[in-house]
């Protein structure tokens, strides 16, 4: 549990992690995307290791090959993402690898001794397992009833992507705690 903690604290340092959509979580290891200087936060694959931990989707060990899978996979999230938040269709190519991402992963969802949802994944394939939870889950939000919630951040070279569940459908962040305090506190500077 301790040691739970710890990787998590850490995490919280390394990542954005304050994303609803698991999905949408995965592609903000890629920050200030629209900024002069993008961010690589899955700068190595203990950093992968670290992040999928943190997301519930602990795995032994990352191979370089399984890290760039991950990066090839989450950025195929995220442009398909930005497609439907302005109203288009996923590049066939970009749905292609999602597809097989999903279609590979083998994790099955459980609940555990606390009542609470944790992902399976296999001794012979845990990372295209977890991957295959990410997909599937990129799957479900950009295809499903929600779709036209789904947004890029208005935060200063953010386009982050978010899943906008407010009644009014008004919101315009990825997170009130970065990018809509960045947009308040440049306001008030302003004035
Ligand atoms: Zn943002």
Redesign the pocket.
């Known amino acids: 549990m301790v040691a739970w903690k710890v990787v998590t604290v850490e995490a919280r340092q390394l990542f954005r992690l304050d994303n609803e959509v698991l999905a949408f979580r995965f592609t903000a290891t890629m920050s200030d995307r629209a900024g002069e200087a993008p961010q690589e936060r899955l700068s190595s694959h203990g950093r992968l290791k670290l992040w999928l931990h943190a997301a519930g989707l602990a795995v032994p060990d990352v191979s370089p090959a399984e890290l760039q899978d991950a990066i090839g996979l989450r950025e195929a999230i995220y442009r398909a993402g930005l497609a439907v938040a302005t109203t288009q269709r996923p590049d066939p190519g970009d749905a292609a690898i999602l597809n097989r991402a999903a279609a590979a992963g083998q994790s099955r969802p459980a609940l555990d001794e606390n009542g609470l949802a944790v992902w399976n994944l296999s001794k012979q394939a845990p990372v295209p397992d977890a991957l295959g939870v990410l997909a599937a889950d990129a799957i479900h939000v950009l295809g499903g009833p929600d779709r036209d919630r789904i947004k890029a ?1 208005e ?1 200063p070279g ?1 386009a ?1 992507l978010f899943l906008d569940t407010s009644r009014g459908g008004n919101r315009r ?3 009130m705690n ?2 809509g305090n960045r947009v308040k506190k440049a306001r008030l500077a302003n004035k």
């Open positions: 951040c935060g953010c982050g962040w990825c997170s970065t990018c």
